[in-house]
């Protein structure tokens, strides 16, 4: 039988959240790292075995964590992240220049193929990659120095590359994104890039609809269908049907559009997930209400899923990591909180429980289905 | 020089050790010298208490010993005989204010 392991980054450490497919019970082990940030933790698809973990602190930095055994046991790897030649300078919050300067590893995307490759997206916002399975990062310094680098300014969360999509289909395609200079795609691992933000508006930058400088907080893609992407900027959710090149709002009937975290269901590829947020300034769903919203039609028309989850009183946020799906026959859905619950769905969203309650804020949240 | 050489526990936990750690320094007894010597032992701890090319201490990381504070001195400066016979300990702290507010951006937007 199938099982799914859920793989939680907090505020104050990682947690492993185990279950068989019916996905009713399960065993939690952590914190490990306690006391430590866990931005992200995620495993390799080609060896499930296989994981790595963002570890970080203010005070002692940043380190990279490598498991091969699921889990149980870590070993500390390559903490390196040197950016390529003279880093240069971005924008400032008050438009003044701002130099270059590394804070953390946000995201961490293993290769589909090859359990020793990941690729780590940083702020100040840079893509590194390790082929030697976590010892050594190199920056690929094309994105950084794309003509645009110089606009980029960082969002209230820092300047963060926080968004890491391989294309299944062709490994040298790649979408990133950054918060606050909006999305970029590659063709060709990485040497060179291009802005895709044609069609983003955003009211709080001088030209709404500038090449760069959008907050985009996350992106989705069904393996299926690479060429359509899932957007959920600060204020909208977006789609685009070619891989970027232009985007559409399908915000439609949703009762607020700004949020963080957006996905797109394992097995039809136009059922997408969002978690509505007030405002940029609350920073909590609205009238106190936690709510998923499901979108069937790929956007435009939503349902809200609340049978589960609290309906009164609660005021938590949801992170843009924050959420993932499993690959089951009925397709599994988890995100986390700041208030520490992860709630998980069996049935695509239909119904919500919580498979851990009071945990450190939830920065983080992905999933892997086992064999 | 047998140094000792005392750990914050987030750090105790990365590189394993229960307690105090004692070092061989040779030559002067620095701070740059001992802590070469702990990252060579350790390496799990390499960036974390300095850059790993500049070798600068990270902003939230103190140097005492002997009740004197070394974090802003050169690294180079020569440490108390007490600390190069073992008698003191070298104490590196994480700084009691500073961390979450550098370290806690992912709930910006």
Same mark, same amino acid.
């Given at each position: 039988m199938n099982s799914v392991r859920v793989l939680v980054g907090t505020h104050k450490g990682a947690f492993v959240l185990s279950s068989d497919g019916k996905r009713q019970k399960w065993d939690v082990s952590g914190p490990h790292f306690g006391g430590w940030e866990l931005y992200h933790v995620k495993g390799s698809p080609a060896d499930p075995n296989r994981l790595y973990a963002s570890q970080s602190t203010g005070w002692f930095g940043q380190l990279i964590q490598r498991s091969n055994d699921g889990g149980q046991t870590w070993e500390p790897v390559g903490n390196q992240f040197t950016y390529d030649g003279v880093p240069g300078t971005h924008q400032w919050y008050d438009g003044t220049p701002h130099p270059w300067e590394f804070k953390r590893v946000w995201h961490l995307e293993p290769s589909a193929t090859d359990p020793d490759v990941v690729y780590a997206g940083v702020e100040d916002a840079a893509l590194f990659r390790t082929d030697d399975g976590g010892k050594t990062w190199g920056e690929l310094s094309g994105l950084r120095k794309h003509g645009s680098g110089s606009k980029w300014a960082p969002g209230a969360g820092g300047m963060c590359l926080h968004t890491i999509i391989v =294309? @299944?289909? #062709? @490994?040298k395609r790649i979408f990133i994104a950054i918060s606050a200079a909006g999305a970029f795609r590659t063709v060709d691992g990485g040497v060179t890039w291009q802005a895709i933000n044609q069609g983003l508006r955003s009211?709080?930058? @001088? =030209? @709404? #609809?500038?090449e760069v400088g959008h907050c985009v907080h996350r992106i989705a893609m069904h393996p299926a269908r690479p060429d359509v992407l899932f957007m959920q900027k600060h204020w909208d959710v977006m789609r685009s049907d070619n891989a970027g090149d232009t985007w559409h709002e399908v915000s439609g009937n949703l009762p607020t559009d700004f949020g963080f975290v957006i996905d797109v269901h394992a097995h039809e590829p136009e059922t997408i997930y969002v978690v509505p947020i007030k405002s940029d300034h609350l920073h909590y769903p609205p009238d106190g209400q936690l709510r998923v919203y499901r979108s069937k039609s790929g956007g435009n028309e939503w349902e809200a899923l609340t049978k589960g989850l609290p309906q009164k009183d609660c005021y938590v946020n949801v992170l843009r990591n924050a959420m993932a799906v499993d690959k089951l026959d009925s397709c599994g859905v988890y995100f986390g909180t700041t208030g520490g619950q992860v709630y998980g769905s069996s049935d695509a969203g239909d119904t919500w429980a919580p498979i851990v309650e009071n945990l450190p804020s939830v920065l983080s949240v992905e999933v892997q289905t086992l064999a | 020089m047998s140094v000792r050489v005392l750990l914050p526990a987030h750090l105790r936990n990365l590189a394993g050790v229960g307690g105090e750690v004692v070092l061989q320094v040779e030559g002067l007894v620095t701070v740059r010298a001992v802590l070469d010597a702990l990252e060579a032992r350790y390496p799990m701890l390499l960036g974390t208490l300095r850059d790993h090319v500049t070798k600068q201490r990270r902003p939230f990381v103190r140097f005492f010993a002997c009740e004197e504070d070394? /974090?802003?001195? /050169?690294?180079?400066v020569v440490l108390p005989e007490a600390v190069a016979s073992g008698k003191e300990p070298f104490l590196v702290v994480g700084a009691i204010a500073g961390g979450r507010h550098r370290s806690s951006s992912q709930g910006a937007s």
């Amino acid at each position: 039988m199938n099982s799914v392991r859920v793989l939680v980054g907090t505020h104050k450490g990682a947690f492993v959240l185990s279950s068989d497919g019916k996905r009713q019970k399960w065993d939690v082990s952590g914190p490990h790292f306690g006391g430590w940030e866990l931005y992200h933790v995620k495993g390799s698809p080609a060896d499930p075995n296989r994981l790595y973990a963002s570890q970080s602190t203010g005070w002692f930095g940043q380190l990279i964590q490598r498991s091969n055994d699921g889990g149980q046991t870590w070993e500390p790897v390559g903490n390196q992240f040197t950016y390529d030649g003279v880093p240069g300078t971005h924008q400032w919050y008050d438009g003044t220049p701002h130099p270059w300067e590394f804070k953390r590893v946000w995201h961490l995307e293993p290769s589909a193929t090859d359990p020793d490759v990941v690729y780590a997206g940083v702020e100040d916002a840079a893509l590194f990659r390790t082929d030697d399975g976590g010892k050594t990062w190199g920056e690929l310094s094309g994105l950084r120095k794309h003509g645009s680098g110089s606009k980029w300014a960082p969002g209230a969360g820092g300047m963060c590359l926080h968004t890491i999509i391989v =294309d @299944p289909s #062709d @490994p040298k395609r790649i979408f990133i994104a950054i918060s606050a200079a909006g999305a970029f795609r590659t063709v060709d691992g990485g040497v060179t890039w291009q802005a895709i933000n044609q069609g983003l508006r955003s009211e709080h930058i @001088p =030209d @709404p #609809d500038a090449e760069v400088g959008h907050c985009v907080h996350r992106i989705a893609m069904h393996p299926a269908r690479p060429d359509v992407l899932f957007m959920q900027k600060h204020w909208d959710v977006m789609r685009s049907d070619n891989a970027g090149d232009t985007w559409h709002e399908v915000s439609g009937n949703l009762p607020t559009d700004f949020g963080f975290v957006i996905d797109v269901h394992a097995h039809e590829p136009e059922t997408i997930y969002v978690v509505p947020i007030k405002s940029d300034h609350l920073h909590y769903p609205p009238d106190g209400q936690l709510r998923v919203y499901r979108s069937k039609s790929g956007g435009n028309e939503w349902e809200a899923l609340t049978k589960g989850l609290p309906q009164k009183d609660c005021y938590v946020n949801v992170l843009r990591n924050a959420m993932a799906v499993d690959k089951l026959d009925s397709c599994g859905v988890y995100f986390g909180t700041t208030g520490g619950q992860v709630y998980g769905s069996s049935d695509a969203g239909d119904t919500w429980a919580p498979i851990v309650e009071n945990l450190p804020s939830v920065l983080s949240v992905e999933v892997q289905t086992l064999a | 020089m047998s140094v000792r050489v005392l750990l914050p526990a987030h750090l105790r936990n990365l590189a394993g050790v229960g307690g105090e750690v004692v070092l061989q320094v040779e030559g002067l007894v620095t701070v740059r010298a001992v802590l070469d010597a702990l990252e060579a032992r350790y390496p799990m701890l390499l960036g974390t208490l300095r850059d790993h090319v500049t070798k600068q201490r990270r902003p939230f990381v103190r140097f005492f010993a002997c009740e004197e504070d070394f /974090s802003m001195e /050169s690294p180079d400066v020569v440490l108390p005989e007490a600390v190069a016979s073992g008698k003191e300990p070298f104490l590196v702290v994480g700084a009691i204010a500073g961390g979450r507010h550098r370290s806690s951006s992912q709930g910006a937007s």
